[in-house]
């Protein structure tokens, strides 16, 4: 990018999908907000931008617009010599941004890593914006974005001579589907009968398909607490549908799983004590060795993210899930003829991380 220059300056230009009330800095009569990442400056300039209809433009703002269909801002990071010389000049060839970048108008993927680095750490400035914004507004709306939901981004370059260079990119998400692709006949069907049924959708499926975008998107901490959710949601299911299966009432049960207020035991009370005492179970699944790994993982990350305040790393965050997953399998290997049929019966979907790419967008 900008090949042979002796490029000064960067800036890169892109817009988001909320409305920042903040004093426009690209007239220049305002000095812009300066961001630290890395220990470099990044100077971020900030302009409202008003949407609307063919027939009105709405200068306003709406805290339900989540995608910037009324109102958004657009944003303009600046990267100087010392972020060049100390960062840009070492991605070139590095596979710390992979990913290809078409350059517009081109038709071509382009294996410069440098417009990847620039709207990653653009990606970053603006999220540290948004977050202390957040706090500050108590706009609770706002939420990080990820590179991809950029999509499109202009970069210009400034050289010693004050020349200006432009290169106008587009992000690549992930494998794109073409519009003649549709799903199965099968899965057409399955569609059909599901939604023309009272049946609602598995709540297992519901959070495992969250957890999996969660960890696609980065929020890593959220995807442990799921995970964590999914194995008690489900061995207190598990444990009802095995009570159920060897033929006790809904009495008996709730005697044994529920208080006098109908609130299950606690998640440890049911493994280590109520399935491994009841004299028709007998089985002790804190013994096993998938127990073990998901009680030293998940649950100690859970426990680190809920009482501790501290946050995880995206490798950590699949492990939560894949030990949750192995743990399930090995709980349902067990009694697999009790659970087959039942809600439970969904195991060889969880904890399945096999389409999440290996790092965030």
Not at 38 to 60: L, W
Not at 83 to 106: E, H, N
Not at 250 to 269: F, H, R
Not at 304 to 332: D, V
Request: charged fraction near 30%; glycine fraction near 6%; include cysteine.
């Amino acid at each position: 990018m900008f090949e042979g220059q002796d490029i000064q300056k960067i800036y890169v230009v892109v817009e988001i999908p909320f409305l920042l009330r903040l004093e426009d800095t690209e007239d220049g009569e305002t000095s812009p907000y300066t961001v630290k990442i890395d220990g470099y400056n990044v100077e971020m300039n900030f302009n409202k931008v008003a949407k609307g209809t063919n027939s009105v433009n709405m200068a306003v703002q709406s805290h339900s617009d989540r995608l910037g269909r009324v109102s958004s801002t657009s944003c303009r990071a600046e990267f100087d010599s010392e972020y060049i010389s100390g960062v840009l000049d070492d991605v070139q060839g590095s596979p710390i941004a992979s990913d290809p970048v078409l350059a517009a108008g081109s038709g071509k993927f382009s294996t410069d890593h440098q417009p990847k680095k620039l709207a990653t750490d653009t990606v970053r400035a603006i999220n540290k914006c948004l977050r202390s914004y957040r706090e500050i507004t108590e706009e609770y709306w706002l939420r990080d974005l990820f590179v991809e939901e950029l999509l499109h981004f202009v970069v210009w370059g400034v050289d010693s001579s004050d020349r200006v260079y432009r290169s106008s990119r587009t992000m690549t998400p992930s494998p794109m589907t073409g519009f003649g692709s549709t799903i199965s006949n099968d899965e057409d069907q399955k569609f059909r009968k599901k939604i023309s049924s009272d049946q609602d959708t598995n709540i297992f499926l519901e959070l495992e398909f969250n957890v999996r975008n969660e960890i696609d998107i980065g929020q890593h901490d959220i995807a442990a607490i799921n995970s964590y959710r999914i194995f008690e949601l489900w061995v207190k299911n598990a444990t009802e549908e095995i009570m159920i299966a060897m033929g006790k009432s809904q009495n008996e049960i709730d005697d044994k799983l529920k208080d006098s207020n109908g609130e299950y035991a606690s998640l440890m009370n049911i493994i280590k004590n109520i399935l491994k005492d009841d004299p028709d179970v007998e089985y002790d699944f804190s013994a096993k060795t998938e127990f073990e790994t998901w009680d030293s993982t998940t649950n100690e990350y859970r426990n680190e993210i809920i009482h501790e305040g501290t946050s995880i790393s995206r490798t950590k965050a699949k492990i939560a899930h894949e030990n949750t997953g192995a743990a399930l399998k090995a709980f349902y290997s067990d009694f697999s003829s009790e659970l087959s049929g039942t809600k439970c019966d969904i195991v060889g979907y969880l904890g399945d991380l096999s389409y999440i790419p290996d790092k965030s967008p």
